[in-house]
């Protein structure tokens, strides 16, 4: 008897990927209740679903496949118990993260007519995606500050930093799990004593959870100018996010910074490659072969009379506009319950964006600074002529 099989729909192509498995039922991840999941074998989800016992008692669920790099929304305690294989797909959309912290930087740059080459920049948690932005930054020519307990404690490394030490930077950017205890609990980690100790002239960055920061402190700190700006990809309380921290907010986006298209198939490919393993069939989908060709797989630049910074922006922001992310965001209607609707349908309907890998640039009149800049954030340099 065929497998039964449900999944998010948002999750790309895994229909096609699980239909090589049993018979597939898409669902809204916001809808998934017992009655659904109940004669599921296995469940592929995001996110926004909660994973527990009141989920899947009495279900025939065998495995759980979360096309994400967290699994906060999961109570894995519950599954050890049950018996309930699970999988997850860490580092999956790590690289479209920190792509997008990149964008964020130089159009906060362009905004403070400031440069980001010598600025500081903190990074709180250096795993999977933390440790891709600090390549980016030092790509870009900053200082990079990095804070892990679990790491400095796990390797004795002297770059990973006590958090006071990274107050002092021009940009703090959290890559951390939520965790509400322990040591290295990180729920509110950004709290009201921890902004009122950077400098007035910092940018506080989250694309990790949203109860890293908490949102009261922030909006205070931002409203007395104890800050100079955020940039949020995650709310405390979305899909229905605040709209006057929106208001008061650099840039916001409706968690997507790890959207890329590249990362979520990736994602869709851990997990079904997971999930083949538990039921003992040899995979058989492959998502290259249906990979559509990037928006913008070939630029040419002229770099002739400008700055390094300048054509990275460019490069940057043409093949992600961060603030068409931005724009999108704020055009949400008044009511709480419409946010949350709003919200969720940006994630539902976001746009095919590549990674900066699939793009070849042409570069002219450049030096091999700026080529050095743009492969270090992960473009291709193609036929570059010479300076």
């Known amino acids: 008897m065929a497998l039964k099989i449900v999944a998010d729909e948002n999750i790309p192509f895994v229909k096609e990927a699980c239909a090589t498995l049993g018979d597939v039922t898409l669902v809204a991840g916001r809808d998934v209740t017992r009655e659904i999941v109940r004669e599921a074998d296995l469940f592929f989800c995001r996110s926004v679903t909660r994973i527990n016992r009141e989920l899947l008692e009495g279900s025939r669920v065998r495995f759980v496949g979360t096309a994400t790099i967290g699994f906060d929304h999961v109570d894995l305690d519950y599954l050890r118990r049950a018996g309930i294989a699970f999988a997850s797909a860490p580092g ?49 020519g900053m200082r990079v500050l990095q804070n892990d307990p679990p790491l400095a404690r796990a390797t004795g490394d002297e770059r990973f930093l006590p958090l006071d030490a990274l107050l002092d930077a021009d940009f703090i950017t959290f890559h951390v799990p939520l965790t509400r205890d322990g040591e290295d609990a990180t729920y509110h980690m950004a709290h009201a004593a921890f902004f009122s100790r950077l400098k007035p002239s910092a940018y506080v960055l989250n694309s990790s959870r949203g109860p890293v920061v908490d949102e009261r402190a922030l909006k205070a700190a931002l409203a007395e100018r104890r800050i100079a700006g955020a940039v949020l990809d995650v709310w405390e309380t979305e899909p229905a996010f605040d709209p006057d921290l929106l208001a008061m907010a650099a840039i916001g986006t409706p968690h997507i910074a790890g959207y890329s298209f590249d990362g979520k198939v990736a994602a869709t490919e851990m997990i079904y490659r997971a ?24 630029l040419e630049i002229q770099c002739a009379g400008r700055s390094d910074e300048d054509v990275l922006r ?22 709480a319950a419409e946010r949350g609707a709003w919200f969720d349908r940006l994630r539902k309907v976001y746009p095919e964006r590549r990674e900066f890998q699939n793009t070849a640039i042409v570069l002219h009149g450049a030096g091999d600074g700026l080529r050095q800049k743009l492969a270090g954030i992960g473009f291709r340099l193609a036929g570059c002529p010479g300076t």
Not at 118 to 131: A, D, E, I, R
């Open 92 to 140: 999956s959309n790590a690289n479209s993260v920190a792509e997008y912290i990149v964008a964020a930087l130089l159009v906060l740059a362009r905004r403070g007519g400031f440069a980001l080459e010598g600025k500081t920049l903190g990074v709180v948690g250096v795993g999977n995606v933390g440790s891709r932005v600090v390549k980016k930054a030092e790509a870009l």
């Open 275 to 298: 999930a083949c393993e538990i039921v003992g069939v040899k995979p058989t989908w492959n998502p290259s072969a249906i990979m559509p060709p990037p928006g913008h797989p070939r």
């Open 314 to 335: 460019d490069a940057v922001l043409t093949v992600y506009d961060i603030e068409a992310d931005d724009r999108a965001l704020r055009q949400s209607p008044a009511p």
